[in-house]
């Protein structure tokens, strides 16, 4: 491949660190990228929140990473101006690339504004993370629109990548046959978690006890039965990540509000081995829906690098991972209660974590950023004789 990719994410670069941007760092290792943020509505503001600047901002995220902020009309992603959005969005990257001095010749569209022709003969690719129809309500667009949207980039992408199983089954019903390229962990970002300093705003005495945490957006995709189930048991319960809007109104509250109950909100990706430091249990409390049975939560594995245990739900994606014992499944928040209070009476052995750690090493985002550069015809070998 010659050129750079255009990577176009779901979320903002410098949101919570998920899939598009694990990948787009990693990529850039064999090649250019220009990541490009979800085009973002002039009602909100008509300067970047974070560099102050008008209009399109693009910046350098590292030494071959570039990242564009685009703008886009009110009302963006409603229909008839979504189509708007995509090509002020398309000539917006074609401009960023001549201004970073980049030829394109590849594009990844992971997120919904469709970059396919940003460049004529450029290799596309169509990369799959979630079932965005099925939870259409959750990103507040319309099913249907969605519908239309993932048809029509899955139809004219030179290639398809999806990171589950269930949404492998999603495009072939479309006509196309996709390739797994699941979700993975960094490894190396967990290497010195026991290491890591005591976070100064958890109590110092849960470093003496077993304790249950949970790592990730707090949204209707969790069930807080879950959650409830296991503050009912009088184990501490740390909880780490934003809530999303107005996430259980009433329960949330109750929850956090008990004495066992540790709530710190969003972290930056870099403190999270501090709270790891103190989790001994991890918690995958995915709600049964059809959007979740397509998913693969990366926290699973990330607790693994870690030499965490794991307590999940009954997801496909745990079930492909074939761990065996080190991801106990529960269903049902009974199950799922008496499955973490069993796994908090392990005891911590440094055995136990290498063996957790080498299962996550073998799902390492290297790994799987390897297969990704292979669909764009990047020679990884002809990179690294370099």
Known sequence: MNGAIVYAGGTRYDGVSGTDR????????????????????????????????????????????????????????????????????????????????????????????????????????????????????????????????????????????????????????????????????????????DDAPHPADLPADLAATPVAGFVGHINARIDIALLEAVADTGAPLVLVGPRVGEYEPERWPALVGRANVHWVGRKPYEELPSYLRLIDVGLTPYADSEFNRASFPLKTLEYLAAGRGVVSTDLP??????????????????????????QLRVARTPALAERRRAFAARHDWNERVRLLADLLGIDIREVAGR
């Not at 902020?69 to 000539?91: I, K, Q």
């Not at 065996?324 to 973490?340: D, K, M, Q, S, W």
Request: net charge positive; glycine share 8%; charged share 25%.
């Open 22 to 193: 694990h990948v787009a760092d990693r990529l850039s290792a064999y090649a250019d990228v220009l990541y490009v943020d979800p085009p973002r509505p002039l009602r909100s503001g008509l300067r970047d929140p974070e560099t102050g600047k008008a209009g399109h901002v693009l910046r350098q995220a590292g030494p071959r990473l570039w990242r564009l902020s685009p703008v886009a009309p009110p009302a963006a992603y409603r229909p008839g101006v979504d189509r708007v959005t995509a090509a002020l969005a398309r000539r917006a990257v074609r401009a960023a690339a001549r201004e970073a001095g980049l030829g394109i010749g590849a594009v990844v569209v992971a997120g919904t504004t469709d970059l396919m022709d940003v460049r004529r003969g450029a290799r596309t690719v169509r990369f799959v993370t979630d079932d965005l129809v099925a939870g259409a309500s959750l990103i507040r667009m319309s099913a249907a629109r969605l519908e239309q949207s993932e048809r029509r980039m899955t139809r004219r992408a030179s290639e398809v990548v999806v990171v589950s199983p269930g949404l492998a089954e999603r495009v072939a019903l479309m006509g196309r046959t996709a390739t797994l390229v699941p979700n993975g962990c960094d490894v190396a970002a967990y290497a010195a978690v």
């Open 317 to 342: 994606a745990t079930t492909w991972l074939e761990a065996g014992p080190l991801i106990p499944v529960a269903r049902g928040a009974a199950e799922f209660a008496a499955t973490v209070t069993a």
